[in-house]
C-alpha cells in the first residue's frame, strides 16, 4: 500500500510539479490506523512523532527552498506507517538516491552544471556568512525543479529490501 502511495505522488510530482494533500491525507489516515492496530493506544504517540521527525529535521532545506514542502509531507506520510529506524533508513537512502540521479542529470546537461556551480556558490556563501536566505532558483514555464518524490520512492523501496544490519556498533 506505501508503494502505491508513494508511485501516485512520484507520478503527481512528475506531471505536475506538486503532490496533492488529499493523497498525503489518505496516507496519514492509513498510518495511524496502521499505528494504533499495532501498538493499541501507543500508536497515536509513534503516529505524532513520527510524522514530526521529518519537519523538524528537514525544515531548515525547507527554508532555503532546496526541498519542497510535499517531500517533507511525503517523508511524513512514510513515517506514520512505518517505525521511526525504517523511516529514518528511508530518508537516508532517498538522499543517496536523489544523489545518484543528481549526478546522472549533471553529467547529461551542461546547463544544470552551470546551476550546480550557483548552489555551490550559494552554499558557502550561507556557511561563511550565517545568513539563510531563500535560494534564488529561476523556473522555467513547463519544466518543473526535480522531482524528489521519485529518489523517495526508489530510497524506500531500497531502504525496506535492503536494510542496514548492526553488529557490535559496525555496519555490515
Not at 512514510?78 to 506507517?81: K, L, R
Given at each position: 500500500?506505501?508503494?502505491?502511495?508513494l508511485?501516485?505522488?512520484?507520478?503527481?510530482?512528475?506531471?505536475?510539479?506538486?503532490?496533492?494533500?488529499?493523497?498525503?491525507?489518505?496516507?496519514?489516515?492509513?498510518?495511524?490506523?496502521?499505528?494504533?492496530?499495532?501498538?493499541?493506544?501507543?500508536?497515536?504517540?509513534?503516529?505524532?512523532?513520527?510524522?514530526?521527525?521529518?519537519?523538524?529535521?528537514?525544515?531548515?532545506?525547507?527554508?532555503?527552498?532546496?526541498?519542497?514542502?510535499?517531500?517533507?509531507?511525503?517523508?511524513?506520510m512514510?513515517?506514520?506507517?512505518l517505525?521511526?529506524?525504517?523511516?529514518?533508513r528511508?530518508?537516508?537512502?532517498?538522499?543517496?538516491?536523489?544523489?545518484?540521479?543528481?549526478?546522472?542529470?549533471?553529467?547529461?546537461?551542461?546547463?544544470?552544471?552551470?546551476?550546480?556551480?550557483?548552489?555551490?556558490?550559494?552554499?558557502?556563501?550561507?556557511?561563511?556568512?550565517?545568513?539563510?536566505?531563500?535560494?534564488?532558483?529561476?523556473?522555467?514555464?513547463?519544466?518543473?525543479p526535480?522531482?524528489?518524490?521519485?529518489?523517495?520512492?526508489?530510497?524506500?523501496?531500497?531502504?525496506?529490501?535492503?536494510?542496514?544490519?548492526?553488529?557490535?556498533g559496525?555496519?555490515?
Open positions: 500500500m506505501l508503494f502505491s502511495l508511485t501516485v505522488a512520484a507520478v503527481q510530482d512528475v506531471e505536475a510539479g506538486k503532490i496533492s494533500n488529499r493523497l498525503i491525507v489518505t496516507g496519514l489516515m492509513i498510518g495511524i490506523v496502521v499505528q494504533i492496530t499495532e501498538y493499541q493506544v501507543w500508536g497515536v504517540y509513534y503516529f505524532l512523532r513520527n510524522i514530526s521527525v521529518p519537519v523538524i529535521l528537514l525544515y531548515l532545506l525547507f527554508q532555503m527552498r532546496v526541498l519542497g514542502a510535499g517531500d517533507i509531507k511525503l517523508f511524513s512514510i513515517g506514520s506507517i517505525t521511526t529506524g525504517e523511516l529514518f528511508c530518508m537516508a537512502y532517498s538522499f543517496l538516491a536523489a544523489g545518484a540521479t543528481s549526478v546522472l542529470f549533471l553529467a547529461a546537461d551542461p546547463e544544470r552544471r552551470l546551476k550546480m556551480r550557483h548552489a555551490i556558490g550559494y552554499l558557502f556563501h550561507t556557511l561563511r556568512t550565517g545568513e539563510i536566505k531563500p535560494y534564488p532558483f529561476s523556473h522555467e514555464p513547463g519544466r518543473y526535480f522531482a524528489f518524490s521519485v529518489p523517495i520512492l526508489f530510497g524506500t523501496a531500497a531502504a525496506l529490501q535492503f536494510p542496514l544490519s548492526y553488529w557490535n559496525g555496519v555490515y
